[in-house]
């Protein structure tokens, strides 16, 4: 399948919505096992879970010996990231609530573009002009008078500033690598180090585990296995400010999820909130300043420096 525009961008929303959902599995598994357990048994099972794939994508066949050494050296260094992302996040979650741990996460949404401000990276003003509407919906749509700030928001802030640069990281190698493959990388990594700081906390007790066993599977399935791997197949395509314009929907769809499934209903600035961050998503796409730099080449800089 050629990756277009508009498939990248379904990628993108399809794993929003799935990163959306899966803050209520993140929440439920807390309350059970801990976060390096929790993180690395659902890494784990989405690595495997991504195994048969391999025997379906096969290499490209042209500019074999480089997409091999990107997809692993990219693949390594997302992992690293991501693994010290995922444990923060994961730990910050087990002391905060669902729509605390979905507003602080999506600031990476403002984060990727500032981290390109550091490298001297011009970004087009339609592209800010969307990331400060969706920064403000974000705020209406998580700050609420309900709204106070817990022990654990601190830690998933800094993971929210750590996804910022596996959003920048992926968009530096996605274009020349084999994503199904990078992704079980990262994914493994992320699996294994979380599982190896588990056993020596005593986090692997077997209990807990069954207790959490539906929040497990679900976090494997979805937001890691289906969700993550998405990401890399749309970043082949998608420059990392655009997408994570997109990607901070989840937290648009975790309200969509709380109407459905938890029977909430949100205030009027809510609804205000989730319309201007689809206003942001949509400016930056159909604005298009002549000349537009974006940030395809933030890690690319970083890396020459």
Do not use: C
């Given at each position: 399948?050629?990756m277009t525009t508009?498939v ?5 929303l399809l794993a929003?919505a ?6 209520v599995a993140?929440i ?11 993180t ?16 379906i994508i096969?290499?490209p066949?042209?500019?074999?010996s ?8 990219g693949?390594v260094?997302s992992g690293v ?8 996040q994961q730990?910050g979650?087990?002391d905060?609530?669902a729509?605390n741990g979905a507003?602080?996460?999506?600031l990476y949404?403002v984060f990727?573009?500032l981290?390109?401000?550091f490298?001297?990276n011009?970004?087009?003003w339609?592209?800010?002009?969307g990331v400060?509407l969706?920064?403000v919906g974000?705020v209406?749509?998580a700050?609420t008078r309900?709204?106070?700030f817990?022990s654990g928001d601190p830690?998933v802030?800094?993971?929210a500033?750590v996804?910022?640069?596996?959003v920048i990281?992926v ?13 079980m990388?990262?994914l493994?990594i992320?699996g294994v180090?979380?599982?190896i ?8 007790e077997?209990?807990?585990i069954?207790?959490?066993?539906w929040p497990?599977l679900?976090g494997a ?9 998405l990401?890399?197949f749309?970043q ?7 997408a ?11 309200m969509?999820c709380?109407?459905a ?7 009027v600035q809510?609804?205000?909130g989730?319309a ?9 796409q159909v ?7 974006d940030d ?10």
């Open positions: 399948m050629r508009a990248a961008d379904t990628f993108l929003a799935i990163w959306g959902a899966g803050f993140q439920l598994g807390a309350n059970h096992v801990g976060p390096f357990g929790f690395g048994i659902r890494f784990t099972l989405g690595t495997i879970l991504l195994l048969p794939l391999l025997y096969r290499w066949t042209e500019n074999v480089a997409v091999r050494r990107d997809t692993f050296k693949g260094i990231v991501m693994t010290v992302g995922a444990l923060f730990y979650l087990g905060t609530t729509s507003f602080i996460t999506s949404v990727v573009p981290l390109g401000l490298v001297g011009r970004i087009g339609s592209v800010w002009l400060a969706s920064f974000l209406l749509l700050v309900e709204f106070t817990n830690f802030l800094v993971s500033m996804w910022a640069i596996q990281v968009g530096r190698y996605s274009p020349r690598i084999e994503p199904v493959r990078f992704s990388i990262q493994g992320t180090a979380s599982l700081f588990a056993a020596f906390l005593g986090e692997l077997w209990a807990p069954v207790e959490a066993r497990i679900f399935a979805f937001p890691v296995a289906t969700a993550f791997t990401q890399v749309a082949k395509k998608a420059p990392p400010t655009h994570a314009l997109i990607m901070s929907l989840e937290s648009v769809f975790g969509a709380g109407i499934f938890l029977h909430e209903r949100p205030e809510q609804y205000i989730a201007l961050m689809l206003t942001g998503v949509i400016v930056s604005i298009r300043p002549g000349q537009r730099r395809t080449n933030i890690a690319k800089i970083i890396s020459e420096r």
